[in-house]
DNA sequence: ACGAAATTGGAGTATCAACTCCAAAATCTG
DNA sequence: CAGATTTTGGAGTTGATACTCCAATTTCGT
Protein backbone atom coordinates (compact mmCIF):
# COMPACT_ATOMS: atom_id res chain seq x y z
CA UNK A 1 0.00 0.00 0.00
CA UNK A 2 2.92 2.87 0.86
CA UNK A 3 5.98 3.22 -1.57
CA UNK A 4 8.19 1.53 1.43
CA UNK A 5 6.30 -1.86 0.88
CA UNK A 6 7.88 -2.36 -2.59
CA UNK A 7 11.47 -2.84 -1.15
CA UNK A 8 11.08 -4.64 2.12
CA UNK A 9 13.71 -7.85 2.51
CA UNK A 10 11.85 -10.75 3.47
CA UNK A 11 12.73 -10.48 7.64
CA UNK A 12 11.85 -7.05 6.81
CA UNK A 13 8.63 -8.15 6.05
CA UNK A 14 8.78 -10.10 9.08
CA UNK A 15 9.67 -7.37 11.72
CA UNK A 16 6.88 -5.14 10.38
CA UNK A 17 4.34 -8.54 10.28
CA UNK A 18 5.28 -8.82 14.33
CA UNK A 19 4.71 -5.40 15.11
CA UNK A 20 1.15 -5.34 13.12
CA UNK A 21 0.12 -8.50 15.18
CA UNK A 22 1.49 -6.96 18.46
CA UNK A 23 -0.14 -3.88 17.59
CA UNK A 24 -3.46 -5.72 17.15
CA UNK A 25 -3.24 -7.71 20.31
CA UNK A 26 -2.47 -4.92 22.60
CA UNK A 27 -4.99 -2.32 20.90
CA UNK A 28 -8.15 -4.96 21.14
CA UNK A 29 -7.32 -5.56 24.83
CA UNK A 30 -6.64 -1.91 25.54
CA UNK A 31 -7.91 0.27 23.27
CA UNK A 32 -5.83 2.22 20.77
CA UNK A 33 -5.33 5.15 22.85
CA UNK A 34 -4.42 3.10 25.83
CA UNK A 35 -1.49 0.98 23.74
CA UNK A 36 1.45 2.76 23.66
CA UNK A 37 4.15 2.50 21.23
CA UNK A 38 6.62 1.67 23.93
CA UNK A 39 4.51 -1.52 24.70
CA UNK A 40 3.96 -2.34 21.02
CA UNK A 41 7.97 -2.15 20.58
CA UNK A 42 8.33 -4.34 24.03
CA UNK A 43 5.45 -7.22 22.97
CA UNK A 44 7.12 -7.32 19.31
CA UNK A 45 10.62 -7.21 19.96
CA UNK A 46 11.61 -4.48 18.29
CA UNK A 47 13.45 -0.99 19.07
CA UNK A 48 11.42 2.59 18.28
CA UNK A 49 13.66 3.00 15.17
CA UNK A 50 12.36 -0.26 13.79
CA UNK A 51 9.02 0.69 14.04
CA UNK A 52 9.36 4.53 12.88
CA UNK A 53 10.97 2.25 10.14
CA UNK A 54 8.28 1.19 8.83
CA UNK A 55 5.12 3.18 9.94
CA UNK A 56 5.65 6.96 10.06
CA UNK A 57 3.86 7.19 13.22
CA UNK A 58 1.06 5.76 15.19
CA UNK A 59 -1.55 6.44 13.04
CA UNK A 60 -0.14 4.59 10.26
CA UNK A 61 -0.11 1.52 12.35
CA UNK A 62 -3.43 2.28 13.40
CA UNK A 63 -4.14 2.03 9.58
CA UNK A 64 -2.63 -1.43 9.05
CA UNK A 65 -3.74 -2.88 11.75
CA UNK A 66 -7.09 -1.83 10.63
CA UNK A 67 -6.37 -3.67 7.57
CA UNK A 68 -5.17 -7.21 9.48
CA UNK A 69 -8.17 -7.07 11.51
CA UNK A 70 -10.36 -6.70 8.93
CA UNK A 71 -8.55 -9.52 6.71
CA UNK A 72 -8.69 -12.17 9.81
CA UNK A 73 -12.14 -11.30 10.51
CA UNK A 74 -13.27 -11.62 6.74
CA UNK A 75 -11.06 -14.69 6.57
CA UNK A 76 -12.94 -16.41 9.35
CA UNK A 77 -15.70 -15.54 7.82
CA UNK A 78 -15.32 -17.39 4.46
CA UNK A 79 -13.61 -20.20 6.12
CA UNK A 80 -17.02 -21.06 7.55
CA UNK A 81 -19.29 -19.03 5.21
CA UNK A 82 -18.07 -19.76 1.96
CA UNK A 83 -21.49 -21.75 1.68
CA UNK A 84 -23.35 -19.61 4.03
CA UNK A 85 -25.92 -21.08 2.76
CA UNK A 86 -28.04 -23.15 4.90
CA UNK A 87 -29.16 -22.89 7.79
CA UNK A 88 -26.78 -25.71 9.18
CA UNK A 89 -24.22 -23.66 7.94
CA UNK A 90 -25.32 -20.29 10.13
CA UNK A 91 -25.26 -22.83 13.31
CA UNK A 92 -21.33 -23.54 12.59
CA UNK A 93 -20.66 -20.50 12.03
CA UNK A 94 -22.45 -19.38 15.27
CA UNK A 95 -20.22 -21.91 17.15
CA UNK A 96 -16.97 -20.94 15.62
CA UNK A 97 -17.18 -17.01 16.83
CA UNK A 98 -18.42 -18.57 20.47
CA UNK A 99 -15.68 -20.60 20.10
CA UNK A 100 -12.99 -17.98 19.28
CA UNK A 101 -14.88 -15.44 21.91
CA UNK A 102 -14.84 -18.28 24.51
CA UNK A 103 -10.54 -19.25 23.74
CA UNK A 104 -10.50 -15.40 24.64
CA UNK A 105 -12.17 -15.56 27.41
CA UNK A 106 -14.31 -12.34 26.08
CA UNK A 107 -11.83 -10.20 26.26
CA UNK A 108 -11.30 -7.58 23.63
CA UNK A 109 -15.02 -8.13 21.78
CA UNK A 110 -14.53 -8.30 17.58
CA UNK A 111 -11.74 -6.89 16.77
CA UNK A 112 -13.08 -4.85 13.96
CA UNK A 113 -16.28 -3.71 16.53
CA UNK A 114 -13.79 -2.21 19.28
CA UNK A 115 -11.88 -0.41 16.77
CA UNK A 116 -14.97 0.75 15.15
CA UNK A 117 -16.08 2.42 18.62
CA UNK A 118 -13.03 3.62 19.59
CA UNK A 119 -12.09 5.62 16.74
CA UNK A 120 -15.44 6.23 14.76
CA UNK A 121 -15.45 9.76 15.81
CA UNK A 122 -11.94 10.60 16.38
CA UNK A 123 -10.37 9.49 13.10
CA UNK A 124 -12.31 9.93 10.40
CA UNK A 125 -9.83 7.94 8.29
CA UNK A 126 -10.29 4.87 10.15
CA UNK A 127 -13.75 5.28 10.25
CA UNK A 128 -14.08 5.32 6.15
CA UNK A 129 -11.52 2.23 6.30
CA UNK A 130 -13.79 0.52 9.22
CA UNK A 131 -17.26 1.39 7.27
CA UNK A 132 -15.21 -0.29 4.15
CA UNK A 133 -14.59 -3.45 5.88
CA UNK A 134 -18.26 -3.81 8.09
CA UNK A 135 -19.79 -3.28 4.18
CA UNK A 136 -17.76 -6.47 3.30
CA UNK A 137 -18.19 -8.05 5.81
CA UNK A 138 -22.23 -7.43 5.28
CA UNK A 139 -22.00 -8.55 1.21
CA UNK A 140 -20.67 -11.86 2.62
CA UNK A 141 -24.02 -12.63 4.98
CA UNK A 142 -26.12 -11.00 2.15
CA UNK A 143 -24.71 -13.40 -0.75
CA UNK A 144 -25.40 -16.24 1.85
CA UNK A 145 -28.98 -15.33 2.71
CA UNK A 146 -29.60 -14.39 -1.07
CA UNK A 147 -28.67 -18.03 -2.73
CA UNK A 148 -30.48 -19.12 0.50
CA UNK A 149 -33.66 -17.90 -1.04
CA UNK A 150 -32.85 -18.43 -4.27
CA UNK A 151 -32.69 -22.00 -3.77
CA UNK A 152 -36.53 -21.59 -1.92
CA UNK A 153 -34.89 -22.23 1.37
CA UNK A 154 -36.00 -18.54 2.66
CA UNK A 155 -39.10 -16.82 2.12
CA UNK A 156 -39.61 -15.01 -1.54
CA UNK A 157 -40.65 -11.35 0.65
CA UNK A 158 -37.46 -12.01 3.04
CA UNK A 159 -35.42 -8.99 2.45
CA UNK A 160 -31.68 -10.32 2.37
CA UNK A 161 -29.69 -7.07 2.86
CA UNK A 162 -31.70 -5.92 5.85
CA UNK A 163 -31.58 -9.50 7.65
CA UNK A 164 -27.81 -9.13 6.74
CA UNK A 165 -27.25 -5.99 8.73
CA UNK A 166 -29.43 -7.39 11.42
CA UNK A 167 -27.88 -10.39 11.74
CA UNK A 168 -24.71 -8.29 11.86
CA UNK A 169 -26.10 -6.10 14.41
CA UNK A 170 -26.81 -8.97 16.27
CA UNK A 171 -23.18 -10.39 16.55
CA UNK A 172 -21.48 -7.11 17.23
CA UNK A 173 -24.43 -6.58 20.01
CA UNK A 174 -24.20 -9.77 21.19
CA UNK A 175 -20.18 -9.47 21.39
CA UNK A 176 -20.44 -6.33 23.07
CA UNK A 177 -22.61 -7.41 26.07
CA UNK A 178 -20.86 -10.67 25.97
CA UNK A 179 -17.74 -8.44 26.37
CA UNK A 180 -19.43 -6.53 29.25
CA UNK A 181 -20.32 -9.50 30.73
CA UNK A 182 -17.56 -11.67 30.50
CA UNK A 183 -19.89 -14.07 29.32
CA UNK A 184 -20.30 -15.76 25.74
CA UNK A 185 -24.12 -16.61 26.35
CA UNK A 186 -25.02 -13.11 24.87
CA UNK A 187 -23.08 -13.58 21.45
CA UNK A 188 -24.92 -17.28 21.61
CA UNK A 189 -28.38 -15.82 22.39
CA UNK A 190 -28.50 -12.92 19.88
CA UNK A 191 -27.03 -14.97 16.92
CA UNK A 192 -29.24 -17.96 17.53
CA UNK A 193 -32.43 -15.41 17.85
CA UNK A 194 -31.64 -13.94 14.27
CA UNK A 195 -31.16 -17.76 12.81
CA UNK A 196 -34.78 -18.77 14.77
CA UNK A 197 -35.70 -15.72 13.01
CA UNK A 198 -34.63 -16.88 9.39
CA UNK A 199 -35.89 -20.77 10.53
CA UNK A 200 -39.48 -18.59 11.05
CA UNK A 201 -39.32 -16.89 7.52
CA UNK A 202 -38.12 -20.45 6.72
CA UNK A 203 -41.08 -22.00 7.49
CA UNK A 204 -43.58 -19.55 8.20
CA UNK A 205 -45.93 -22.38 9.99
CA UNK A 206 -44.54 -23.92 13.09
CA UNK A 207 -46.86 -27.21 13.71
CA UNK B 1 -21.79 7.77 47.07
CA UNK B 2 -19.11 9.48 48.71
CA UNK B 3 -18.43 11.25 51.65
CA UNK B 4 -17.76 14.22 50.04
CA UNK B 5 -21.09 14.60 48.68
CA UNK B 6 -23.17 14.91 52.04
CA UNK B 7 -21.86 18.46 52.45
CA UNK B 8 -22.61 20.08 49.26
CA UNK B 9 -23.85 23.72 48.54
CA UNK B 10 -26.35 24.08 45.74
CA UNK B 11 -23.58 25.77 43.74
CA UNK B 12 -21.53 23.15 44.54
CA UNK B 13 -23.77 20.64 43.55
CA UNK B 14 -24.33 22.78 39.77
CA UNK B 15 -20.58 22.97 39.58
CA UNK B 16 -20.15 19.11 40.18
CA UNK B 17 -23.15 18.47 37.60
CA UNK B 18 -21.90 20.55 34.91
CA UNK B 19 -18.37 18.41 34.99
CA UNK B 20 -19.94 15.41 34.90
CA UNK B 21 -22.38 16.59 32.08
CA UNK B 22 -19.49 17.92 30.13
CA UNK B 23 -16.96 14.60 30.69
CA UNK B 24 -19.83 12.73 29.55
CA UNK B 25 -20.01 14.53 26.27
CA UNK B 26 -16.61 14.67 26.16
CA UNK B 27 -16.17 10.83 26.67
CA UNK B 28 -18.90 9.38 24.46
CA UNK B 29 -17.40 11.70 21.31
CA UNK B 30 -14.06 11.02 21.45
CA UNK B 31 -13.42 8.23 24.52
CA UNK B 32 -12.35 8.27 27.67
CA UNK B 33 -8.41 7.46 27.17
CA UNK B 34 -8.48 10.75 24.85
CA UNK B 35 -10.95 13.28 27.20
CA UNK B 36 -8.17 15.17 28.68
CA UNK B 37 -9.09 16.67 32.15
CA UNK B 38 -8.44 20.30 30.60
CA UNK B 39 -10.67 19.73 27.78
CA UNK B 40 -13.22 18.76 30.41
CA UNK B 41 -12.21 21.82 32.65
CA UNK B 42 -12.50 24.19 29.38
CA UNK B 43 -15.97 22.55 28.74
CA UNK B 44 -17.39 22.94 31.96
CA UNK B 45 -15.74 26.07 32.78
CA UNK B 46 -14.28 25.02 35.93
CA UNK B 47 -10.45 25.30 36.98
CA UNK B 48 -8.20 22.20 38.01
CA UNK B 49 -8.50 22.45 41.54
CA UNK B 50 -12.55 22.94 41.16
CA UNK B 51 -12.43 19.64 39.68
CA UNK B 52 -9.95 17.65 41.92
CA UNK B 53 -11.99 19.15 44.26
CA UNK B 54 -15.42 17.15 43.29
CA UNK B 55 -13.31 14.06 42.46
CA UNK B 56 -10.17 11.84 43.82
CA UNK B 57 -8.91 11.58 40.22
CA UNK B 58 -10.13 11.04 36.61
CA UNK B 59 -11.08 7.19 37.55
CA UNK B 60 -13.95 8.81 39.85
CA UNK B 61 -15.05 11.11 37.59
CA UNK B 62 -15.25 7.83 35.36
CA UNK B 63 -17.52 6.17 37.40
CA UNK B 64 -19.79 8.89 37.75
CA UNK B 65 -20.23 9.42 34.31
CA UNK B 66 -21.54 5.94 33.84
CA UNK B 67 -23.81 6.48 36.91
CA UNK B 68 -25.08 9.45 34.79
CA UNK B 69 -25.15 7.50 31.54
CA UNK B 70 -26.49 5.15 32.98
CA UNK B 71 -29.34 7.03 34.66
CA UNK B 72 -30.04 8.76 31.43
CA UNK B 73 -30.20 5.66 29.31
CA UNK B 74 -32.94 4.04 31.82
CA UNK B 75 -34.93 7.04 32.13
CA UNK B 76 -35.05 7.16 28.22
CA UNK B 77 -36.63 3.85 28.28
CA UNK B 78 -38.66 4.13 31.08
CA UNK B 79 -39.88 7.35 29.36
CA UNK B 80 -41.19 5.03 26.19
CA UNK B 81 -40.87 1.35 27.84
CA UNK B 82 -43.37 1.84 31.32
CA UNK B 83 -45.46 0.25 29.01
CA UNK B 84 -43.42 -1.47 26.96
CA UNK B 85 -45.96 -4.35 26.40
CA UNK B 86 -47.30 -4.31 22.88
CA UNK B 87 -45.73 -4.08 19.31
CA UNK B 88 -46.85 -0.48 19.09
CA UNK B 89 -44.93 0.84 21.92
CA UNK B 90 -41.78 -1.48 20.91
CA UNK B 91 -42.27 0.82 17.54
CA UNK B 92 -42.51 4.20 19.34
CA UNK B 93 -39.53 3.09 21.05
CA UNK B 94 -37.65 2.67 18.05
CA UNK B 95 -38.34 5.90 16.95
CA UNK B 96 -37.07 7.44 19.79
CA UNK B 97 -33.94 5.66 19.51
CA UNK B 98 -33.46 6.45 15.76
CA UNK B 99 -34.13 10.10 16.69
CA UNK B 100 -31.78 11.00 19.08
CA UNK B 101 -29.67 8.85 17.23
CA UNK B 102 -30.44 11.66 14.68
CA UNK B 103 -30.46 14.40 16.15
CA UNK B 104 -26.62 13.50 17.56
CA UNK B 105 -25.87 13.21 13.25
CA UNK B 106 -25.02 9.47 14.66
CA UNK B 107 -21.48 10.32 16.97
CA UNK B 108 -21.06 8.47 20.03
CA UNK B 109 -23.20 5.48 19.11
CA UNK B 110 -24.56 4.42 22.55
CA UNK B 111 -23.84 6.50 25.61
CA UNK B 112 -23.48 2.65 27.65
CA UNK B 113 -22.25 0.57 24.68
CA UNK B 114 -19.60 3.17 24.01
CA UNK B 115 -17.87 3.03 27.52
CA UNK B 116 -18.43 -0.60 27.58
CA UNK B 117 -16.28 -1.25 24.80
CA UNK B 118 -13.96 1.60 26.15
CA UNK B 119 -13.46 0.07 29.41
CA UNK B 120 -14.39 -3.02 29.75
CA UNK B 121 -10.97 -4.79 29.44
CA UNK B 122 -9.02 -1.84 31.15
CA UNK B 123 -10.94 -0.66 34.04
CA UNK B 124 -12.33 -3.91 35.92
CA UNK B 125 -13.89 -1.62 38.33
CA UNK B 126 -15.97 0.01 35.52
CA UNK B 127 -16.95 -3.22 34.18
CA UNK B 128 -18.66 -4.18 36.45
CA UNK B 129 -21.01 -1.39 37.11
CA UNK B 130 -21.47 -1.21 33.08
CA UNK B 131 -22.49 -4.95 33.56
CA UNK B 132 -24.83 -3.83 36.28
CA UNK B 133 -26.51 -1.16 34.19
CA UNK B 134 -27.09 -3.68 31.17
CA UNK B 135 -28.40 -5.91 33.38
CA UNK B 136 -31.47 -3.64 34.69
CA UNK B 137 -31.65 -2.50 30.91
CA UNK B 138 -32.00 -6.26 29.86
CA UNK B 139 -34.58 -6.37 32.79
CA UNK B 140 -36.72 -3.28 31.79
CA UNK B 141 -37.01 -5.03 28.27
CA UNK B 142 -37.85 -8.17 29.66
CA UNK B 143 -40.73 -7.27 32.02
CA UNK B 144 -42.32 -5.63 28.92
CA UNK B 145 -42.22 -8.70 27.13
CA UNK B 146 -43.19 -11.12 29.90
CA UNK B 147 -46.30 -8.93 30.54
CA UNK B 148 -47.12 -9.29 26.85
CA UNK B 149 -46.94 -12.85 26.83
CA UNK B 150 -49.07 -12.72 30.29
CA UNK B 151 -51.53 -11.19 28.32
CA UNK B 152 -51.21 -13.48 25.57
CA UNK B 153 -49.34 -11.21 23.07
CA UNK B 154 -46.57 -13.33 23.18
CA UNK B 155 -46.33 -17.15 22.09
CA UNK B 156 -46.38 -19.46 25.30
CA UNK B 157 -43.13 -20.39 24.52
CA UNK B 158 -40.95 -17.76 23.48
CA UNK B 159 -38.25 -16.67 26.31
CA UNK B 160 -38.45 -13.21 27.05
CA UNK B 161 -34.81 -13.34 28.61
CA UNK B 162 -33.48 -14.33 25.79
CA UNK B 163 -35.37 -12.25 23.33
CA UNK B 164 -34.71 -9.07 26.08
CA UNK B 165 -30.65 -10.21 25.33
CA UNK B 166 -31.34 -10.45 21.12
CA UNK B 167 -33.34 -7.00 21.57
CA UNK B 168 -30.66 -5.44 23.76
CA UNK B 169 -27.65 -6.85 21.36
CA UNK B 170 -29.54 -5.76 18.31
CA UNK B 171 -29.67 -2.28 19.60
CA UNK B 172 -26.10 -2.21 20.94
CA UNK B 173 -25.16 -3.73 17.21
CA UNK B 174 -27.29 -1.30 15.30
CA UNK B 175 -25.90 1.82 16.89
CA UNK B 176 -22.25 0.12 16.51
CA UNK B 177 -23.12 0.28 12.53
CA UNK B 178 -24.99 3.62 12.31
CA UNK B 179 -22.17 5.29 14.09
CA UNK B 180 -19.58 3.58 11.75
CA UNK B 181 -21.57 4.55 8.75
CA UNK B 182 -22.61 7.27 9.68
CA UNK B 183 -26.58 6.56 9.09
CA UNK B 184 -29.17 5.66 11.39
CA UNK B 185 -30.43 2.83 8.61
CA UNK B 186 -28.74 0.26 10.53
CA UNK B 187 -29.92 0.60 13.63
CA UNK B 188 -33.72 0.99 12.32
CA UNK B 189 -32.99 -2.13 10.75
CA UNK B 190 -31.79 -4.46 13.56
CA UNK B 191 -34.85 -3.42 15.65
CA UNK B 192 -37.26 -3.61 13.21
CA UNK B 193 -36.05 -7.19 12.43
CA UNK B 194 -36.25 -7.97 16.54
CA UNK B 195 -39.59 -6.44 16.21
CA UNK B 196 -40.18 -8.63 13.09
CA UNK B 197 -39.50 -11.46 15.00
CA UNK B 198 -41.45 -11.04 17.73
CA UNK B 199 -44.70 -10.12 15.80
CA UNK B 200 -44.08 -13.77 14.17
CA UNK B 201 -44.04 -15.55 17.69
CA UNK B 202 -46.85 -13.55 18.23
CA UNK B 203 -48.89 -15.12 15.34
CA UNK B 204 -46.88 -17.68 14.13
CA UNK B 205 -48.97 -18.69 10.48
CA UNK B 206 -48.33 -15.33 8.49
CA UNK B 207 -51.22 -14.95 6.08
C1' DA C 1 32.89 -10.40 -3.30
C1' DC C 2 31.37 -5.58 -3.25
C1' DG C 3 28.75 -1.52 -3.29
C1' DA C 4 24.10 -0.02 -2.38
C1' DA C 5 20.17 -0.36 0.09
C1' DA C 6 17.63 -2.02 3.85
C1' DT C 7 17.55 -2.90 8.70
C1' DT C 8 18.68 -2.24 13.51
C1' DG C 9 20.19 -0.17 18.28
C1' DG C 10 19.82 3.05 21.68
C1' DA C 11 20.29 7.53 23.59
C1' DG C 12 17.92 11.82 23.51
C1' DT C 13 14.05 15.58 23.12
C1' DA C 14 9.88 18.15 23.23
C1' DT C 15 5.25 17.98 24.43
C1' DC C 16 1.41 16.99 26.91
C1' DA C 17 -1.52 15.23 30.55
C1' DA C 18 -2.58 14.15 35.31
C1' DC C 19 -2.25 15.88 39.46
C1' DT C 20 -0.64 19.20 43.58
C1' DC C 21 -0.53 23.29 46.50
C1' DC C 22 -1.87 27.28 48.83
C1' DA C 23 -4.20 31.23 49.50
C1' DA C 24 -8.35 34.11 48.28
C1' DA C 25 -13.30 34.47 47.86
C1' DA C 26 -17.90 33.00 48.61
C1' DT C 27 -21.26 30.62 51.43
C1' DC C 28 -23.39 28.59 55.29
C1' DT C 29 -24.43 28.30 60.53
C1' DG C 30 -25.40 30.04 64.96
C1' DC D 1 -22.52 39.65 62.33
C1' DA D 2 -18.61 36.29 63.06
C1' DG D 3 -16.39 32.08 62.62
C1' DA D 4 -16.17 27.80 60.29
C1' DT D 5 -16.61 25.50 55.99
C1' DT D 6 -16.99 25.14 51.29
C1' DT D 7 -15.68 26.71 46.83
C1' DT D 8 -12.57 28.77 43.51
C1' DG D 9 -8.14 30.54 40.86
C1' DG D 10 -3.94 29.69 38.86
C1' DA D 11 0.90 28.65 38.89
C1' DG D 12 3.84 24.72 39.25
C1' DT D 13 5.58 19.65 39.36
C1' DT D 14 6.16 14.98 37.87
C1' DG D 15 5.90 11.45 34.86
C1' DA D 16 4.82 9.47 30.58
C1' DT D 17 4.67 9.30 25.50
C1' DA D 18 5.22 10.12 20.72
C1' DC D 19 8.79 10.87 17.95
C1' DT D 20 13.96 11.99 16.25
C1' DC D 21 18.73 11.21 15.04
C1' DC D 22 22.74 9.01 13.55
C1' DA D 23 25.83 5.51 13.35
C1' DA D 24 26.47 0.41 13.15
C1' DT D 25 25.13 -3.86 11.02
C1' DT D 26 22.94 -6.98 7.93
C1' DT D 27 21.04 -8.22 3.55
C1' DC D 28 20.52 -7.99 -1.50
C1' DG D 29 21.63 -7.62 -6.49
C1' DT D 30 25.17 -8.43 -9.73
Known amino acids: MTEIARRLTSKGQATRDRI ?48 HQATQALDVQQGCLERLDTIDSLGRWRDVMVGILTEMQCVGGCPLGSLASDLS ?21 RDGLSEMQERGELARDADPGNLAVAMLAA ?6 LSQVNRDPAPLRIAVDT ?10 PAVP
Open 121 to 141: DSDPVARTQLAAAFARWQELI
Open 20 to 67: VVAAARLMLEYGVARTTIEDIQVAAGVSPSQLYHYFPGKDALVSAVID
Open 171 to 176: VQGGLL
Open 194 to 203: MIDHLHALTR
